[in-house]
């Protein structure tokens, strides 16, 4: 112990004071160093150990000539300093650090006694300073350990998500090991060639020490940590890993066995990865130091929803197993394939340089999806749509997976069973189809919504039945905003409620004008599924007509497939009541959707309306007889057939040979706004100008057609 009796204790107790508001030991040295050389005025001030210089003041911004200062011998001496010259040195011990001494050299004057006194006593003084500010940091670092320790046990006593867990274990390890990297590598039972893998990319790690992970006793993986800046780790560290391994190790034998480890990081379904491990593994391919250019693929089922519903969850389940098993199959090793839940699928798929591979991978994935799975003996149809994102452009691992979602939505939109690879100008769609919904919502109230009529004519006298509202929204900015975009925004905002009601306003309002002077004129409106669910909807719609004064026959309610498959919701009793209430029912769009022939019969409808897709002959002599069975399965159920979208005169004589009597499009008539469509209603009904030449097609005997149902040609239907 150094004696201090012969030292002035003020200065001394001003030395400790400074040292004192030193937060960590670098500051302090390097306070240290600053004081003596001012304390004594010299040039020079050091603080040095076995280690090296640890703070040395008076050299600027010149590198410290650490041998020379090295070599300053201990006690007083004088020394040829390199830019500041000969210097009277004077040495004192520090305990603090090994062979620890603390040195002033000034060129001016030699020291005195009590000069030296004083050095020894601020030698003194520093390794106290010094003992009390490490046992401070140790005590804090403790603090911080076991505050994050505890919280990791507290998650694995409530049980938090095992994937959690261990991204908790490597966060955890790397902020108490002053931010190294920490990677925890566990062996996956389901492949072995692919660990997996949470935390920092362990090809990154520089000088790993390495911790054995257990679950139940035996190796299960490693947690691994790199060192920060060059420092290799050392035993403080080591022993902090394992601390973090042990808990680690407690998670997973907590969750007891692999299985409950695969099913953190895999679908229980398929043991596919999941959404976790795939954007895991995608981050991983990312961040490598020499990336593979590499694409997203984000697969979304077409008319799944239509088997789980019609079929049931089971056999849901059993064919998001086969499907798994298909998408497995077309990707190869570069490629793997993850479920995200639901009927979603997405693949990682690293190209080297021939970006063709990816577009061959979405088109054997939708390729394979789109063969008939057999599902408890049952033939099912079902479709795949990609979307496909590229890497680059600084996208990370998630953004990169939104823009193929985003590009997925696109190709959903042009109708499914293709793909469509992102474009900026796609998340710019976004923004204005969020921004079109919001506008939408004021859009009643500032009369931008109006009705068109399309009429549909009875092909065999060419007279307009009925008239069919269509919606139109006129956007102040945008435009014509058509029906097409329009009504799903409708129909996810929910404004597809008030919105239906009011077309149905207006549509009794004109029928009611028009019926005056065509009593038979009947006008049909489409529903959406939305309305059809919302509670009352029929009570509604029976009040609406009686307000306008319209008998019920007057009405007929257009609902589309995806109304019917489902009954859960009670959409089929809502369509009773509206037939109890001598309402016409129209299945719209026909043969779009998944409806099986076999319960047509049992619903509650009145007429078919084929879509367009094969009305206009573009699928050939297929769907000419799609349209022949339609008509047919019509007259054995009792159901009037109308073709939609007639185009142009030869796609007319073909309907009516095959024995339509109904039909629309716009050949016959465009929909039209309602302020001087009765003239052309009436002028129309004279038999006059539009059907003069049908004439001489009705009656005419259908040559080669077929009158039998065909159902295994209908269970072939193209896009089907
Ligand atoms: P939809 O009910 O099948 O209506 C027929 C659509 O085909 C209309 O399109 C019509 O303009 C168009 N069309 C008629 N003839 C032809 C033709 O010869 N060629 C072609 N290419 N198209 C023809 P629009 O008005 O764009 O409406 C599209 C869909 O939007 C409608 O299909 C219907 O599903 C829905 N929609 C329209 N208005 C409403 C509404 O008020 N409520 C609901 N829920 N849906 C509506
Ligand atoms: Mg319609
Ligand atoms: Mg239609």
Redesign the pocket.
């Known amino acids: 112990m150094t004696d201090f009796s012969a030292v002035s204790p003020q200065r001394l107790v001003v030395f400790l004071t400074e040292l004192g508001r030193c937060a960590t030991s670098a500051e302090l040295v390097r306070q240290a160093a600053e004081l003596v050389a001012e304390e004594f005025d010299a040039e020079v001030g050091l603080v040095m150990s076995s280690d090296g210089v640890l703070a040395g003041v008076g050299f600027g911004s010149a590198d410290l000539p650490t041998d020379l200062l090295q070599s300053i011998p201990s006690g007083v001496a004088l020394v040829s300093i390199p830019g500041i010259g000969r210097c009277h040195t004077m040495t004192a011990a520090c305990a603090a650090f090994p062979s620890g001494r603390i040195v002033a050299g000034r060129v001016s004057a030699r020291y005195t006694s009590s000069d030296r006194d004083l050095l020894l006593g601020m030698a003194g003084v520093l390794d106290l300073a010094t003992r009390s500010i490490r046992a401070l940091e140790r005590e804090r670092a403790r603090h911080r350990a076991l505050e994050i320790l505890l919280a990791l046990q507290r998650s694995i006593s409530h049980r938090a998500p095992l994937a959690k867990i261990l991204a908790s274990v490597t966060e955890g390890a790397s902020s108490v090991m002053r931010g190294c990297p920490v990677a925890l590598v566990l062996d996956d039972a389901l492949d072995p060639t692919r660990p997996v893998h949470v935390g920092a990319a362990v090809e990154t790690l520089v000088d790993p020490v390495s911790i054995p992970v257990h679950v139940q006793g035996v190796t299960a993986g490693h947690l691994l940590a790199g060192s920060q800046d060059g420092t290799p780790l050392g035993e403080e560290d080591r022993a902090l890993l394992s601390t973090f391994a042990e808990h680690a190790s407690l998670a997973l034998t907590d969750a007891r066995t692999v299985e409950a480890m695969k099913e953190a990081f895999h679908d229980p379904l398929t043991g596919l990865p999941n959404r976790p491990l795939f954007l895991d593994r995608l981050k991983a391919a990312l961040d490598k130091r020499d990336p593979n250019p590499l694409a997203v693929l984000f697969v979304d089922l077409d008319r799944f929803k239509d088997v789980n519903d019609t079929m049931g969850h089971a056999a849901g389940d059993e064919l998001l197993l086969q499907v798994a098993e298909r998408i497995r199959a077309t990707t190869r090793t570069e490629s793997s394939a993850a479920r995200f839940g639901g009927d979603e699928f997405a693949l990682v798929v690293e190209y080297g340089s021939e970006p063709g591979i990816v577009l061959q991978v979405a088109e054997r994935v939708i390729a394979a999806v789109a063969k008939p799975f057999t599902v408890r003996g049952k033939t099912v149809l079902i479709g795949a749509t990609v979307g496909i994102a590229f890497s680059g452009h600084g996208r990370d691992a998630s953004e990169l997976l939104a823009d193929a979602d985003l590009a997925m939505y696109r190709a959903k939109r042009a109708g499914g069973g293709r793909s469509a690879t992102f474009e900026s100008k796609m998340r710019d769609e976004l923004t204005s189809r969020l921004g079109l919904a919001s506008d939408l919502t004021g859009a009643l109230s500032r009369d931008e919504l109006s ?2 009529f ?1 009429p549909i004519f009875d092909l065999t006298t060419g007279r307009p039945i009925a008239v ?5 929204w006129h956007h102040p900015v945008r435009g014509i905003v ?3 975009e ?2 799903p925004i ?2 996810s905002t929910g404004l ?1 409620v008030p ?2 009601r009011w ?1 149905l306003e207006q549509a009794c309002h004109w029928a009611s004008r028009w019926r005056e002077s065509l009593p038979d004129l009947k006008v049909s ?4 599924v939305h ?1 059809l669910r919302e509670p009352g909807f029929a009570e509604d719609v029976v009040a609406a007509i009686t307000r306008a004064g319209l008998p019920p026959l007057a009405l007929i309610m ?1 609902v ?1 497939e995806s109304a019917l498959i489902a009954d859960h919701d009670g959409t089929i009793e809502t369509l009773e009541k509206l037939e109890k209430a001598g309402i016409t029912i129209a299945l ?2 026909f043969g779009t959707g998944y409806s099986a022939l076999s319960y047509l019969h049992k619903l509650p409808l009145d007429i078919l ?1 084929i ?2 897709s094969f009305v206009s002959g573009g699928q050939g002599e297929q769907g000419d007889q799609l349209v022949r069975t339609i008509i047919d399965l019509g007259k054995v159920y009792g159901l009037e057939v109308v073709a ?4 142009d005169e030869a796609q007319l004589q073909r309907l009516i040979q095959a024995g339509c009597t109904l039909g ?4 016959l008539s ?2 039209a706004i309602p302020e001087g469509l009765i003239e052309k209603l009436e002028h129309l009904d004279q038999g006059h100008e539009v059907l003069t030449e049908l004439e001489s097609h009705v009656g005419q005997p259908r040559g080669g057609f077929g009158s039998t149902i065909d159902e295994a040609a209908w269970e072939e239907r193209p896009g089907y």
Do not use: H, M, W
């Open positions: 009705v068109e399309q069919e509202a269509l919606l139109r058509a029906p097409s329009l009504i409708a129909e597809i919105v239906g077309v409106v489409n529903a959406s309305q257009e589309t719209d769009d309306k879509d367009r939609e979208g007639i185009e629309q499009g716009y050949f465009r929909p």
